[in-house]
C-alpha cells in the first residue's frame, strides 16, 4: 500500500490538509490566526524593546520579525516532525505506511505557515518604509538551507522521541534557549565580544543574519556564512535521512 509515487503524493497532501483542518476546525478566525500571531508578538516585542535598541537597530519591527517567523518556523517544524510518529501510531499499528511521510508533512504544513508569515514581513515592510532592493530575492539561498537543516533535524528527532519520550521535554527547554541565542530582538553588539563566537556557531542565528542582510539591508551574505549554514545543513540532513533509514522498520514496534 502507498508504493507509488503518486499514491504518497496524494498521502502527503491529505496528511497536510489534515493539519490544517485540525489546527482552525474549532476557531471562530479560522487561518487568520496564521497572520495575527506573528504580526501581534511583533508589536509586543515593538513596544517593550524598541525604545531599549532604538539608537542600535534600524527598523527594529521588521529586523525582529525576519528572525522570529525564521525561529517560529524552525521550531514548529522540527516539533511537529518529532512527533508525527507517535501522533500517527494509529494509522501506522494498522496499515503500512511510510513513516517518513508523517515528518515531512509535518514539515510542509508548518512551511505552508511560514510563507503565510512572510506576507506578513512584506507587508511590515511597506508600512515601516523599507526599502524594496532586488537583493531580497537572494534571501531564497538561506531559505533553502533552512528547509535542509529542519529535515535533517526533524528526522533525527522523530526517531530519538519514538525511542525516548522525554526527547520532547529536553528539546523544549533548548528551543528556548536557542531563542535568545539567534539575536531575534537584541543587536550583536551588545554581547560581549568573547560571546559573540559562541553565536556564529549557531546555523539558525546565521540563517537569520543572511536573511536579514538580503531583506534589510541591501547586501549579499557573506560567503564564509553561506558556506558554513550550507555544510552544517547537508550534515544534518545527511545526518537525518541515515539515521532514519536504519530505524525505519522498527519505529512501529516503538509504538
Known amino acids: 500500500m502507498f508504493d507509488t509515487v503518486e499514491e504518497k503524493r496524494f498521502l502527503l497532501k491529505q496528511l497536510v490538509k489534515r493539519d490544517f483542518t485540525n489546527k482552525y476546525k474549532e476557531s471562530v478566525l479560522g487561518i487568520i490566526w496564521s497572520f495575527l500571531n506573528p504580526l501581534l508578538i511583533m508589536i509586543i516585542f515593538t513596544v517593550i524593546f524598541s525604545v531599549l535598541f532604538r539608537q542600535q537597530i534600524h527598523n527594529f519591527p521588521v529586523y525582529f520579525l525576519t528572525g522570529r517567523i525564521v525561529y517560529d518556523f524552525f521550531v514548529a517544524a522540527t516539533s511537529g516532525a518529532m512527533h508525527s510518529i507517535r501522533r500517527n501510531r494509529g494509522i501506522l499499528t494498522k496499515i503500512f505506511v511510510p513513516r517518513y511521510v508523517f515528518a515531512v508533512s509535518s514539515i510542509c504544513y508548518e512551511f505552508i505557515n511560514f510563507l503565510i508569515t512572510l506576507v506578513i514581513l512584506f507587508g511590515v515592510m511597506i508600512v515601516t518604509g523599507q526599502e524594496f ?45 536557542l531563542m535568545y541565542a539567534s539575536a531575534l530582538f537584541y543587536p550583536m553588539e551588545i554581547v560581549p565580544a568573547n560571546i559573540q563566537m559562541i553565536f556564529t556557531l549557531n546555523p539558525l542565528y546565521i540563517a537569520i543574519t543572511c536573511l536579514r542582510d538580503t531583506m534589510m539591508y541591501n547586501v549579499f551574505p557573506e560567503i564564509s556564512s553561506l558556506m558554513y549554514l550550507a555544510i552544517f545543513s ?22
Open 133 to 177: 532592493h532586488l537583493m531580497m530575492f537572494a534571501s531564497i539561498i538561506p531559505i533553502i538551507f533552512i528547509i535542509i537543516m529542519i529535515f535533517g533535524v526533524g528526522l533525527i528527532l522523530a526517531v530519538l522521541n519514538t525511542y525516548f519520550s522525554d526527547v520532547g521535554h529536553f528539546y523544549t527547554i533548548f528551543t528556548l534557549l
Open 234 to 255: 547537508i550534515m544534518l540532513f545527511g545526518v537525518g535521512f541515515l539515521l532514519f533509514r536504519i530505524y525505519e522498520k522498527k519505529l512501529v514496534l516503538r509504538l
